[in-house]
């Protein structure tokens, strides 16, 4: 059975960092797109930065520059190294497997439970 438990989340204050880390168990991470979600109170879940099976990854316009999606396949690990934190970062993340990379929500099937990460002024 696939499992995928985040964590790293946590409370920082604008321009700091976090580094998010996604543990997997069941399968290993080159049999799917691998891919960060947020979402923050009253908006939709939104892509932020994924990992397709040959190691590309692709970023929202809007962690560009700040985020970087990895991976250690030795610990079937995924991370999410977030710098520059702004307060507009606050939700909750997620990270997906699934067999298509896409900004669709719908298109994954495994899901974490989350962890939280707040970005204060």
């Known amino acids: 059975q696939v499992q995928l438990v985040e964590s790293g989340g946590g409370s920082v204050q604008a321009g700091g960092s976090l580094r998010l880390s996604c543990a997997a168990s069941?399968?290993?991470?080159?049999?799917?797109?691998m891919t960060w979600f947020r979402q923050a109170p009253g908006k939709e879940r939104e892509g932020v930065a994924a990992m397709d099976r040959d190691g590309s990854t692709s970023y929202a316009d809007s962690v560009k520059g700040r985020f970087t999606i990895s991976k250690d396949n030795a610990k079937n690990t995924l991370y999410l190294q977030m710098n520059s934190l702004k307060p507009e970062d606050t939700a909750m993340y997620y990270c997906?497997?699934?067999?298509?990379?896409?900004?669709?929500?719908?298109?994954?099937?495994?899901w974490g439970q989350g962890t939280q990460v707040t970005v204060s002024s």
């Open positions: 069941g399968y290993t991470y080159s049999r799917y797109c």
């Open positions: 997906a497997a699934g067999a298509l990379c896409s900004d669709y929500a719908g298109y994954f099937g495994y």
